[in-house]
């Protein structure tokens, strides 16, 4: 009886664990295929973050503020730019349990979204 209590208990903290909110913070580096001047890279990462609805904010050439506030979640991104590679940077969240360089799951998908979203867009101006 007391190993099969035993074993439920293992097996109720290993799906919970599975089951972690929080991960690393994903900070992305990406290089560009491709020439584009400056004003096509910001079209690009503009466009993409407004079809996300972060709000996007040219700050300084070559820098863009991104933020995204869901259901009482916020994040504030930085993107840095130039014509051949972006990064996008993590700066700062409210209830994304943000610690330990970790983050709520749901952040990095959605910075990988923008950045899959800043690629079509990139794609797209190539063929005009």
């Not at 840095?80 to 994304?96: A, C, F, G, K, Q």
């Not at 610690?99 to 101006?125: G, M």
């Amino acid at each position: 009886m007391k190993n099969r209590y035993l074993i439920a208990v293992i097996v109720a903290v290993a799906s919970l664990a599975g089951c972690a909110r929080t991960a690393p913070i994903n900070n992305i580096d990406q290089p560009v295929i491709g020439h584009y001047s400056d004003n096509q890279m910001r079209q690009a990462i503009v466009e993409a973050g407004i079809t996300r609805h972060w709000v996007m904010t040219p700050v300084a050439p070559g820098v863009i503020n991104g933020r995204l506030a869901q259901r009482g979640h916020v994040a504030n991104i930085r993107i840095d730019y130039t014509p051949s590679r972006y990064s996008i940077h993590y700066v700062s969240s409210e209830n994304l349990l943000a610690a330990d360089n970790e983050i709520h799951r749901n952040y990095n998908n959605w910075v990988t979204a923008l950045n899959q979203d800043i690629q079509v867009r990139l794609s797209a101006q190539q063929l005009k």
